[in-house]
């Protein structure tokens, strides 16, 4: 991605990552999870995930790898877009919990990984408000199971979000991606285009613990 496009889409408080190929990572996470658990207590049953990252700069971190996994990989640090869920209860007790989130119509991986699959977003009523994708995907003979860590970030006026995510992770291939986005979409919105393409990694997660902090900065 253009990395100038991508910094108007990020607070200043923190600088889109250049990679040696001049450009920057935008990277969008879709979950098909079987049970989300809020506070460690309330279990909102399964929710569809969609999660729009550009990639900043952060400092050097590797976390102890989660018990069960190979290694940990590198932390990433990402600039986040109100997180998309097709399930108003979750989406409701995180945006009460004053995290960044919006109910949307479907989240879709499009089927099991390996082949090709369709998936899509859509973010209202009608066709008119969507991203969808295929994936063409190669599969490992066996996953690579590893200890993902990213820390997130975001800043509305005063307000300022952040959030650590460990996650046990099977990396089971890697993929190409090629995405549309309708103009209005949340994709769309953000100015790289409404064809994009690039490559990805479907995963199985095992689990993954999220730690939000919000406050007034």
């Known amino acids: 991605m253009d990395p100038k496009i991508a910094q108007q889409n990020v ?4 600088r889109v990552k250049g990679h040696d190929n001049g450009k920057a990572v935008l990277q969008l996470a879709v979950q098909n999870c079987g049970k989300v658990v809020v506070e460690h207590i309330l279990d909102v049953g399964p929710v569809g995930f969609s999660h729009i990252w550009i990639e900043v700069e952060g400092p050097p971190e590797v976390v102890t790898p989660l018990p069960g ?17 097709d399930n108003r ?7 009460l919990g004053g995290v960044p989130a919006r109910t949307v119509k479907k989240v879709s991986l499009g089927g099991e990984p390996g082949g090709t699959r369709l998936g899509e977003v859509i973010e209202a009523d009608g066709p008119d408000v969507r991203y969808n994708w295929t994936e063409t ?3 490992y003979p066996e996953p690579d199971i590893v200890t993902g860590s990213h ?3 975001r800043k509305v006026g005063r307000r300022e979000w952040a959030a650590h995510v460990k ?8 993929a190409q991606i090629s995405l549309s986005a309708t103009p209005n979409s949340v994709v769309g919105k953000l100015g790289f285009g409404t064809q994009l393409t690039g490559t990805s990694n479907p995963v199985w997660v095992k689990h993954c613990h999220v730690k939000y902090r919000v406050g007034y900065f």
Not at 167 to 174: I, R
């Open 11 to 14: 607070h200043p408080k923190w």
């Open 69 to 85: 996994t190979r290694r940990s990989l590198p932390t990433w640090y990402w600039y986040i877009m109100p997180h998309q869920l």
């Open 89 to 95: 209860l979750a989406s409701a007790l995180l945006k």
């Open 137 to 139: 995907s190669r599969l």
């Open 151 to 153: 820390r997130f970030c």
């Open 167 to 174: 996650c046990f992770t099977h990396f089971l291939g890697e």
